[in-house]
């Protein structure tokens, strides 16, 4: 009888597993917001939701949204300001929810950088395409008299903060915005930071396709399950959250990993929401560039029904309580 029993449970395991629902979901860059997606995958708590979740870096927002329309994947994590403009433009993306409404960036330079003004006939370095970062600097400048389209060469950088950091250390660049924990392995290299600038804005959005919503709804209503259950365990366990942070940021560092883990839960929000003064800095930024931006309400390219949802399930209360 017992073997019985235990032939049992193999099979219902194994279909259980077989069963799980695969997803392909992108993240563009190895900052803070993008972290718990991090830890959610290493412990394994999308299975627990039928997920089978394949986590891929794709190395800048600008990729992420064709990837998403070609259904090369199901969701991208980050990109978000790629999300917005895409959206503004006709495609179909929708936002589900946001990681953080607060973001902190370091204008890393060359030691013999003294100011802003000091920028001005400069090399400056950015990532493919027009992301946060990018409108960021060139507000900056901006701000400070410097006109980003004639006074400065704007360069496209890929490999992520590392080749940012590579490319200012070898000269081709004379500065860069950089994410943290990355500004500490600047720093080591040799750079200096200019300025800390601290924002109100969206990071780690959580976006996928109208139709890809609409086929798939219940399948986002658990991959959103999962990774608010991941965020509840990152905030709860320290260590085993800087594992997962070593391993994606190629990292051993533990002064490194510990400050991204300081500043993601000091920022994170617990219940996904975006607030209405982040999605208006984003898009008063976007529309330095895109001046259609300025029309967009704060609620617009927004489903929030799905964590309403969750919420209404009683799933919030259980993971407050800690099961």
Request: net charge positive; no cysteine; charged share 20%.
């Amino acid at each position: 009888m017992p073997n019985i029993l235990i032939s049992v449970l193999f099979v219902y395991w194994s279909s259980t597993l077989h069963a799980a629902d695969k997803m392909t979901v992108a993240y563009a860059t190895l900052g803070p917001a993008l972290s718990p997606g991090w830890v959610t995958s290493e412990k394994r708590i999308w299975r627990k939701h039928g997920l089978d979740v394949d986590l891929v870096y794709l190395g800048g927002g600008s990729r992420s949204v064709p990837a998403l329309m070609s259904g090369s994947i199901q969701l991208f994590m980050g990109s978000d300001t790629a999300g917005y403009v895409a959206a503004i433009q006709g495609a179909k993306v929708v936002k589900l929810g946001v990681t953080m409404n607060t973001l902190g960036y370091f204008l890393m330079t060359a030691p013999e950088i003294r100011s802003i003004a000091d920028l001005k006939g400069k090399v400056l370095g950015v990532g493919l395409g027009r992301d946060l970062p990018y409108i960021h600097l060139t507000k900056i400048l901006r701000d400070n008299g410097i006109d980003p389209k004639t006074e400065v060469k704007i360069l496209p950088l890929g490999g992520g903060p590392g080749g940012y950091i590579s490319a200012l250390k070898a000269g081709r660049v004379q500065a860069s915005l950089i994410i943290p924990p990355n500004h500490l392995v600047a720093e080591k290299a040799g750079l200096k930071v200019l300025t800390k600038i601290d924002v109100p804005t969206l990071a780690g959005g959580l976006n996928t396709s109208q139709p890809m919503l609409e086929k798939n709804r219940d399948m986002f209503i658990r991959f959103l399950k999962g990774y608010l259950e991941g965020v509840y365990f990152m905030i709860r366990n320290k260590e085993e959250s800087l594992k997962a942070f070593a391993k994606y940021l190629q990292n051993p560092d533990p002064v490194v990993n510990a400050y991204l883990y300081d500043d993601i839960t000091s920022r994170i929000d617990r219940n996904l929401r975006p607030s209405s003064e982040a999605i208006r800095y984003m898009l008063d930024l976007i529309a330095l560039d895109l001046p259609q931006a300025q029309r967009v309400s704060e609620k617009d390219y927004w489903d929030l029904s799905l964590l309403d949802e969750i919420r209404r399930s009683g799933f919030m209360d259980q993971l407050q309580k800690g099961f």
